[in-house]
């Protein structure tokens, strides 16, 4: 198992920019890492994910705008959001499944452990 806390999410004025951080409590040598963001009853929609090769995938939403990096070092996922909209108002959530290959699989899917997501508003 892995735990992970997320921070960075707060409420910003569009065309403003945040910058989310998850911390893993372990790492592993293969994977997916990612952030989804999800609304109670509703299904969750991927965001952006990387891989253990480096390779990331965006949803189309938010491509040009958000950047994903993840810092093998300290463990840290983080998503730069830049041109923010109101529409980008949800709680992200960062999860990592080990049994993901692929970034763009994990995009499609969001799966794994997860954390108990930052909220991210944004104002028109």
């Known amino acids: 198992q892995v735990e992970l806390v997320e921070s960075g999410g707060g409420s910003v004025q569009a065309g403003g920019s945040l910058r989310l951080s998850c911390v893993a409590s372990r790492s592993y040598i293969k994977y997916c890492m990612g952030w989804f963001r999800q609304q109670p009853g509703e299904d969750r929609e991927g965001v952006a994910a990387i891989d253990s090769d480096g390779s990331t995938s965006y949803a189309d939403s938010v491509k040009g705008r958000f950047t994903i990096s993840h810092d093998n070092a300290k463990n840290t996922l983080y998503l730069q959001m830049n041109n923010l909209k109101p529409e980008d108002s949800d709680m992200y959530i960062c999860?990592?499944?080990?049994?993901?290959?692929?970034?763009?699989?994990?995009?499609?899917?969001?799966?794994?452990?997860r954390g108990p997501g930052t909220q991210v508003s944004v104002a028109s």
């Open positions: 999860a990592v499944d080990h049994s993901c290959r692929e970034s763009k699989d994990w995009i499609r899917r969001p799966f794994g452990y």
